[in-house]
């Protein structure tokens, strides 16, 4: 293979600094959310009521800050980013304090689903664009791969220091470094962030770009066989995945048997972040396993709906560890695989509105499925809620089986889909 040369380099090691700072960022809460929001006063299906509008304003904002991304440009959408989630942040840590009614909690995390999407879509399409743009001859699966080792890394720390810090000071700190880390990804991103390979229009009117991004998505998206399954599917996987992740912190404290061991919950964090890494660094050599890339999604769903299976049995801690350290690996390798192939089959001017619409599908899923699953673990418990949420993953199979059918043309392993 031909060196690549320091252009594409230079756009791999922005990207890869980017993922490092959002991660750290966000992972300063990942071990403590759940229970931060349980000691606001929030009941479990509260709690994940919460995590519902948050992925509620992901689905009412991702248009409207694609159409940002794509008139405007890809880094003032994640400059914006970060601004309203700094925000965001700060808001949730003064609600916490004084212990804010449901409606309030709506609202701050409405905020934080408008700070995601205008990440979402924007920050691929920046990378493929000015990868394309300089010359790169390399996998986009390795590249996906390396970000989720940097992502892993940064999450691992993030997420040990998280619940370490909680531990010994309160809830509430690791909110305020989240703060002062998403400053410093502004001005990263401000001066090393560059759209390269794409050229946004600025001269468009918004009540165009609005319709632009809305055909698209359709075009692109529904209107693209292998696109539209995977779309279909991604509900039902990336929609209860994240009460799967949230709903694991009280979980784990619960087969612990110490509801106050916040430092725990940050550990679980970690070593579920840690296998991020792994995963991520065996991408390359996963990959050759397979000879399409929706054999390798569709036998990742297939164990993980296993695993749910028997994390639904309630097997006690150590063992749900080890079963929630394996749901993550194998997540994390499917995930490169799949943008891979997403990526492949989206024309470049579409590539951040159709990479938006998908990540709004695995929202719309959140949105549905967080509050039922939390109403089930008040009714049932935690390991309930996992049988049940391994019940619902199950519908996507039939979507992964038709993309394999249509024989996309990024699905070959053997395939460059840069």
């Known amino acids: 293979m031909v060196e690549r040369n320091d252009p594409a380099r230079a756009v791999e090691r922005t990207y890869l600094l980017l993922v490092l700072l959002t991660t750290l960022a ?11 929001l349980l000691d606001a006063g929030l009941s479990n299906a509260e709690a994940f009521a919460a995590n519902a509008f948050f992925t509620l304003g992901m689905v009412i904002f991702e248009i409207p800050t694609g159409v940002v991304a794509d008139t405007r440009g890809r880094r003032l959408s994640f400059v914006l980013g970060t601004v309203t989630l700094l925000l965001a942040t700060l808001l949730y840590l003064g609600m916490w304090q004084i212990h804010a009614p449901m409606w309030g909690w709506a609202i701050a995390s409405i905020m934080l689903g408008l700070g ?18 300089t010359g790169f001859d390399g996998h986009l699966d390795h590249v996906f791969g390396r970000g989720q080792s940097v992502g892993g890394v940064a999450a691992l720390v993030g997420s040990v220091a998280g619940g370490v810090v909680a531990q010994v000071t309160n809830l509430g700190v690791p909110y305020l470094i989240r703060a002062l880390l998403l400053g410093v990804t502004m001005v990263v991103a401000l001066v090393y962030m560059r759209d390269i390979g794409f050229t946004p229009e600025r001269d468009v009117s918004t009540g165009k770009a609005v319709r632009n991004v809305v055909r698209g998505a359709v075009d692109g998206g529904f209107r693209n066989p292998p696109v539209r399954w995977l779309m279909l599917a991604i509900p039902f996987t990336a929609g209860t995945g994240i ?3 949230y709903a694991a912190q009280p979980y784990l404290l619960e087969l612990f048997g110490d509801p106050t061991a916040y430092s725990i919950a940050g550990l679980a964090a970690a070593i579920l972040a840690g296998v991020q890494i792994v995963a991520g660094l065996l991408v390359p050599w996963i990959r050759r396993l397979f000879r399409r890339r929706t054999d390798a999604v569709l036998g990742g769903l297939a164990i993980g709906i296993g695993l749910l ?15 929630l350290t394996a749901l ?13 192939f997403l990526n492949g089959t989206i024309a470049s001017e579409q590539r951040a509105t159709v990479l938006s619409f998908d ?13 039922v699953l939390g109403r ?11 049988l049940v949420a391994a019940g619902i993953q199950v519908l996507a199979v039939q979507f992964i089986v038709l993309a394999r059918r249509e024989k996309a043309p990024s699905d070959p392993i053997t395939v460059e889909t840069a």
Do not use: K
């Open 309 to 323: 299976a028997v994390l639904g049995l309630a097997p006690g801690f150590v063992a749900a560890l080890v079963l």
């Open 26 to 36: 966000s992972s300063f809460i990942w071990g403590i959310n759940t229970i931060f």
């Open 243 to 245: 009460y799967i992740f």
């Open 376 to 386: 089930v673990a008040d009714a049932s418990g935690y390991a309930t809620s996992y």
């Open 328 to 340: 993550s690996f194998v997540g994390a390798v499917v995930r490169p695989v799949r943008s891979a």
């Open 116 to 133: 995601f999407t205008f990440f979402s879509g924007a920050t691929e399409a920046w990378l493929v664009d000015a990868l394309a743009a």
């Open 359 to 371: 990540s709004l599908m695995g929202s719309v899923g959140g949105v549905v499925w967080q509050p």
